[in-house]
């Protein structure tokens, strides 16, 4: 005979059968031989029977509702407290991001113009809100032990320009050689910086530093949009007497491992014979001061700017190379100017 349980299972579900559809399944079950009977109300109640869902437990659901709702007040309850205590912090840092000054606090006082009794704030009205003047730049701070430059006379030449010009130009004095009159320069291989703008700003702010040191200072251009030749801007340095010719750059190199500080320094004129240990102490102390590598100079007639200010204590400073990502980053650093200002200051000096 069927399990118990089986039987039970089967009953009710024909218990919800109308009776045409019970009376089928009881012929249907005496007509199967007992040994087939009692796999077939298995299988039949696996096909038909459900449990009864219990229902549920009211009293847990509420439970959870009160404590849902006890836990929110406590959440209320704490930030209220920390608004308390922190009223003034918390307005201010609200208004700040309202687009107000973080000082200006909401005015829930009456006014009389005001369209129903107290607003929170007044409509705002035609007067412009002033808008501050733009300050006037800090002088560059100078070094407690700078040299005194007093009596010097420099020039410095920003090396570059933004249009290059390809007419050619004598190169080297008395020869047959030839070089454009001024190209465009490097570009930072990750900051996208163009070389010409890097060496106007470094000269300007070495100008104004070695300025602050008592030397007299000429810049070649102060403008990026300019067409002077690499002859003109030595001329500069020759007419007016120069005790030094600086040429500031910021060189690209084929190979993008090669880093460093570098100076060339011209390979004719009357200080020839001392020019490569100048430029080497110059290299020294620029790259001291940045935190970068010395290469030392470089004695070459390569450059027509050194070649024809060669009666001057000429310099082409390289201050790295914007081929180098290492480089690149530590000339884009707004202190890198200045430290290189202070280091060719105590150089000069």
Excluded: W
């Excluded at 009710?12 to 007509?31: A, C, G, M, N, V």
């Amino acid at each position: 005979m069927p399990q118990q349980d089986e039987l039970a299972k089967f009953k009710q579900i024909l218990s919800k059968l109308p009776e045409d559809k019970r009376k089928l399944l009881y012929k249907r079950l005496h007509s199967l031989p007992s040994s087939e009977r009692e796999a077939y109300i298995a299988d039949f109640n696996k096909k038909y029977y459900t449990e009864k869902k219990k229902p549920a437990q009211k009293k847990n659901t509420a439970q959870s509702v009160i404590l849902g709702l006890l836990a929110a007040l406590f959440i209320i309850g704490a930030f209220y407290f920390i608004y308390v205590f922190n009223k003034d912090k918390i307005d201010s840092k609200f208004n700040e991001m309202l687009g107000m000054p973080p000082e200006e606090t909401i005015d829930t006082s009456p006014e009389s113009n005001s369209i129903m009794g107290p607003e929170p704030r007044n409509f705002p009205t035609d007067t412009p809100t002033p808008v501050p003047a733009t300050p006037t730049p800090s002088p560059v701070p100078l070094s407690d032990d700078h040299p005194d430059l007093s009596g010097l006379v420099i020039v410095i030449d920003p090396g570059h320009q933004a249009e290059p010009d390809t007419t050619l130009e004598e190169s080297i004095p008395g020869t047959t050689a030839e070089k454009e009159r001024a190209t465009a320069g490097a570009t930072g291989v990750n900051s996208g910086a163009k070389e010409y703008e890097i060496t106007l700003k470094y000269a300007l702010m070495m100008k104004e530093y070695l300025e602050g040191c008592g030397a007299e200072v000429i810049l070649t251009r102060t403008e990026n949009d300019i067409n002077i030749s690499n002859i003109e801007r030595a001329e500069i340095a020759v007419e007016n007497d120069a005790d030094y010719f600086l040429r500031i750059h910021a060189d690209s190199a084929p190979d993008s491992d090669i880093s460093g500080v570098k100076v060339y320094v011209p390979s004719t004129g009357k200080y020839s014979s001392s020019a490569e240990s100048e430029g080497e102490k110059l290299a020294d102390a620029v790259a001291e001061a940045i935190g970068s590598t010395s290469l030392g100079a470089v004695q070459s007639n390569m450059y027509t700017g050194l070649n024809h200010a060669d009666s001057v204590r000429s310099y082409q400073l390289v201050i790295g190379y914007l081929s180098n990502s290492d480089d690149d980053a530590l000339i884009n650093q707004e202190e890198t100017a200045y430290k290189v200002a202070v280091a060719v200051a105590d150089f000069l000096g």
